[in-house]
């Protein structure tokens, strides 16, 4: 069964009163719910591949047709002010036809003003858009875009320039996909004005980027189980900065050694999803700021601190808060420790501070670079990343009287450096000066130590 549009008359539909006396879009509506009344909620297993894949295109060329006609009678709904109408022979309050259309047909605000006016743009100004679209050849997202993007053309642009910008853009559409038109829809000056083209997408960047400025949004909330959800709204060019520096520290590889004990199989990253393993890389980037960097004056301190007791420091066990009141474990107060300057506090009753002592126990960046130099980078056989991302641990903790020399150092990545101060692994320099790591009895009941690959050359005497 097939249900056909012909377009005649000025505006493009049959006159009422064809040979049933029916107008040609209601005969039309009538039979495709007919018809997909008939299909149901059938399955589609006794289907051959090649008729799959065949219909997956026919339902979308039909798909784009049927809204073209609904983005019609949306138009004509809005040329009669129908939701007017409504309003007053119902118990209906909308006044618009975009409202009229979120009450009745229960699509978002957003949805609706954007039919309301696409349907507007196709009814009377980019007949070419709306006939590949009738036809099936675009689909309404592709619709969009070329319609935007013919939008912007400057106001000083004749009638023919603007028909050529718009066929050339549908004759892209056979090719491209919303994204890609996107990026031409910049360029479609090009075919009326070349020499004025470069120009003119300069202004449509600059202005695109203001908008995306005023947009900007970056929301958090604690869920209060140790997770915090959020969300972005970011300009285009700083959202790129952001996948660039994550997609860096996701570049190296981090995976488990082809010889030796077992370690964790949780450390093998590769394995983990990409999206899991992107947010590991965010919070590693986070770690990673450049605090000193941040604007101190006229603006709170952006040190965050940890208050700990001596003892739960020492000992590992217990809690520690955060100058936001935010609770962790000892254990990652001890890591974060390692990178991190200590002010040690005296307090007095009720908690007063006393005396404030100066930062002490951290690597310098002498000793960074020469740590650097030495190691090459992550010590964790498997694991390589560069000494740029790693943090610089005490193999003997500074809670355990240890101290922050060159030989008691060890480079170590996010991953392995909260493995080491949280999963039961330790780290050791051996007599060589090479450090290893000592997986707990769980893993390797001997303790057996790990030595990275890179040293192999320099086995211990």
């Not at 001890?334 to 307090?347: S, T, Y």
């Amino acid at each position: 069964m097939t249900a056909t549009l012909d377009h005649h008359g000025s505006d493009g539909w049959l006159p009422p009163g064809g040979p049933s006396g029916e107008h040609p879009v209601a005969a039309c509506v009538a039979a495709l719910e007919a018809a997909l009344g008939e299909v149901g909620d059938g399955c589609c297993w006794g289907l051959r591949d090649g008729e799959v894949v065949d219909l997956v295109a026919r339902a979308h060329r039909v798909a784009a047709a049927v809204e073209a006609v609904q983005l019609r009678l949306v138009a004509e709904a809005d040329r009669r002010n129908t939701a007017t109408a409504a309003a007053a022979t119902s118990t209906s309050t909308s006044t618009s036809t975009a409202a009229w259309l979120v009450a009745t047909q229960r699509v978002s605000r957003r949805e609706a003003s954007g039919q309301v006016r696409l349907a507007a743009d196709l009814d009377a100004r980019y007949e070419r858009v709306r006939a590949a679209l009738s036809e099936g050849t675009v689909n309404a997202e592709q619709a969009r875009v070329m319609v935007a993007a013919l939008r912007h053309l400057p106001a000083a642009t004749g009638a023919e320039e603007r028909a050529a910008a718009e066929t050339w853009l549908v004759q892209q559409a056979a090719w491209f996909g919303p994204d890609e038109l996107r990026r031409l829809g910049r360029r479609v000056f090009e075919v009326i004005a070349p020499e004025a083209a470069d120009a003119h997408e300069g202004r449509l960047l600059e202005a695109e980027e203001a908008r995306a400025t005023t947009k900007a949004r970056l929301w958090m909330h604690p869920d209060g189980d140790g997770v915090t959800r959020g969300g972005f709204c970011l300009p285009d060019a700083q959202a790129d900065m952001l996948a660039t520096a994550l997609d860096a520290l996701l570049s190296p590889r981090r995976h488990l050694p082809a010889n030796g004990p077992l370690i964790d199989p949780d450390l093998d990253e590769q394995r983990l999803p990409y999206d899991h393993r992107r947010g590991l890389a965010f919070c590693e980037l986070i770690e990673h700021l450049p605090v000193d960097a941040l604007p101190q004056s006229g603006r709170a301190t952006p040190t965050l601190t940890v208050d700990v007791d001596l003892d739960t420091l020492v000992s590992g066990l217990g809690a520690a808060t955060l100058s936001t009141g935010t609770r962790i474990s000892a254990a990652e107060a001890r890591r974060l420790a390692c990178n991190a300057g200590l002010l040690p506090i005296v307090l007095g009753g009720g908690s007063v501070p006393l005396d404030l002592g100066r930062e002490s126990r951290f690597f310098s960046w002498h000793q960074r670079v020469a740590l650097a130099k030495t190691q090459r980078g992550c010590v964790a056989d498997g694991c390589d990343r560069p000494p740029a991302w790693c943090e610089a641990h005490h193999c003997t903790p500074w809670s355990a009287q240890g101290t922050t020399d060159l030989d008691s150092g060890a480079l170590l990545c996010a991953r392995h450096h909260h493995l080491v101060h949280s999963g039961g692994w330790s780290v050791k320099v051996a007599a060589d000066g090479i450090p290893e790591l000592l997986p707990p009895a769980s893993v390797d009941p001997a303790r057996t130590p790990i030595r990275h690959r890179r040293f192999t050359g320099r086995a211990p005497p």
